[in-house]
Structure formats: structure tokens, C-alpha cells
């Protein structure tokens, strides 16, 4: 090859050298259009993270509030509504049980899973066979006594001005109460007593007693006739499932420990918080000799309505007595009618 021809070459391929740095050099060279470049070529896992611009917000629609839940009528006990979330009136620390004073008291609470294990639900519960004498809602043979009940204590700062009302109007009334709300306010109950009322049931921690097996509902109904007799030295023989809700299960576990379910004939919905006026309209309009009266502990409504309630019931010659009063009274005639769930 002459030297000309070598020259040539040699040209050739530099100037093809420079093409190739003049259209390739700068893709590696410059920095992304998107980060400065002093960032040009550093680690991806250093650079920040920025939200996806094709990602849709997410629509975080308010929820709606909860509603109160209504508690069945009679009739409907065992129905289950979703539970209500409310203010409460009793304060609550971390180590006391939930307290239910403006929710539905006969549809409270969750229970407080943080205090006690779940006890096993029973497979799809079977209606109640049949009436019983064990499941009561009304004493029937008595012409002038009724019983008035409250549920859910015992509540601080108010189980106190129940019983200073009772106390004061010389009235008596069966308390059913929370076994794990006593543990934790076990003055309230030895009150209870002390005044004269009594305490019945309402399981340890408000469950649904009616969806529990047989054995799960003796060891609550333990539970807390131990905890009763630890706190006052008395035993206990009445119970009112919360909800109203019962089974066969339920039936047959009160039968074997020696309970009466008491269920009720008249309630005027004070879980609602009407005014004190129409809690007593309420047990007026449905009232009648031997009538077992639901209300609840923790509204101050209801104990607002109390002196009038009891004063208009003594116009009427009915005396509020203990549910187990009655229950002995019309036990000791020769022929007893105790008003079962299926009696009107």
C-alpha cells in the first residue's frame, strides 16, 4: 500500500472516530433532564422517592356516623342489631372494662377483648324449645307489686344516686350487673346490698350468651357468681342474658346452675335518653301487676325519672319490690303463674 493510500485510510478512520464521539458521547455525559446534574450517575436506591403522577387519588370518603342501636321489644329479643358507639359517662382507664352508659345498654358493648379471652361460640344456636318456668318476663298472680330493674352497673357517680333515690322513697330494685364492672367497682355492689336492692347477672363482660355453647356460658355464669360472692358473701339465682338473648344452650346451663332468666313486660326505651317525662309516660302505658321493668344504670335521665316513676306507681297501688320477692310471694301460693316468653 503506497503512502498516499495509507494517508487516506488513516483519515478515514479518524474522522469516523470523531463522528462516533460527537453522537454518542453525550447520552452518557449529561444528566437526566430530571435531577440536576451534580446528581448525574448516582445510586437509583439515593435518589427520592416521588409519587407516581399517573396514580389516581384515593377517595377517603367520611364515614357515616354510627346510629344508636335499638333494643328489640320483647317479642324480637334474640334479634341482633349492629352494636353502637357512643360518649360514655363513667371515665374508663385502660385497665377497666368498657363502659356502655349512652350506648343501647341491652346491645353494649362489644366486649372488651383486651381484658378477657373470647369464650367459643356455639354452632348456629336453636331456638328456644317451647316455653319454660325458668325464662320469666312478667309474675303473674300478684295484684300490687312490680319490679324494677336496672342493667349494666355498676357505674361510678351513678349507681350511687340510684340508691340514695331508692333509699330515700323506701323502694327496693334488683340490680343486674356486669361480673367484670363489679370486679372493678366492687364498693358500688356491696352498696347495692347494704341498701337493700339485690344483684343479678348480666354475664361477665356483656356477651351474647345465646350464640355461646353450653359450657362456655357455665363458666361465664361462674365467673361471675364468684365474683359476687367474693365481693358481697351472697349467691346469685337471677339472670338476664344481655340482649335478651337466649337458647337452648342458654336454658339448659341456667337450669343446671339453678338460675330464673328474667327477661321483662315493660320497657321505656331509656336507653335512648328521651326526656325523664317520657321514660315514665313509657312504663305507665305498658305497666300491670307482677310487671318486671327493664332501665338501665349510667343515663341520668333515668334516674331524673325515677322519684316520679316510683311516686306515680304507688298512685296506682303497685309497690316496687325485688324480682325475687315476687317470685317467692307467688311460689308460696298453692297454684303459681309465672308470665312466660310465649304469655301476653
Known sequence: MSSSSLRVATGIMFLLGVCFCWFFYPTHAKAPSNLPEDQAGADISQQPNTPDKTTLPVNREPQDPVKPQQQSDDKNIGKQTPSSGA????????????DAAHENPESTTKPNEGLTPQPPAASPAKPVSGSTDQL??????????????????????????????LDKLNAKATFFMVG??????????RQVVEQGSEIGSHSWQHA?????????????????????????????SLLRPPYGGRSDNLLAAARQLGYKVIIWDVDPRDWEDPPPEKIVAGVLEQVKPGSIIVMHEGHPNTLQALPDLIQKLRERGLEPMLVSEMLNQVQSQPENSLATDSTQ
Request: aromatic share 6%; charged share 25%; net charge negative.
Open 87 to 98: 360518649g360514655q359517662n363513667a371515665s374508663v382507664t385502660q385497665n377497666e372494662p368498657l
Open 136 to 165: 320469666i318476663k312478667r309474675v303473674d298472680g300478684i295484684d300490687n307489686m312490680v319490679a324494677i330493674t336496672f342493667d349494666d352497673g355498676p357505674f361510678p357517680k351513678m349507681t350511687e344516686q340510684y340508691l340514695a333515690v
Open 180 to 189: 367484670q364492672r363489679i370486679k372493678y367497682y366492687p364498693e358500688l355492689a
Open 208 to 236: 351474647h350468651l345465646d350464640q355461646l355453647t353450653k359450657d362456655a356460658i357455665i363458666k361465664d355464669l361462674n365467673d361471675v357468681a364468684d365474683q359476687v360472692q367474693d365481693t358481697v358473701g351472697r349467691k346469685i
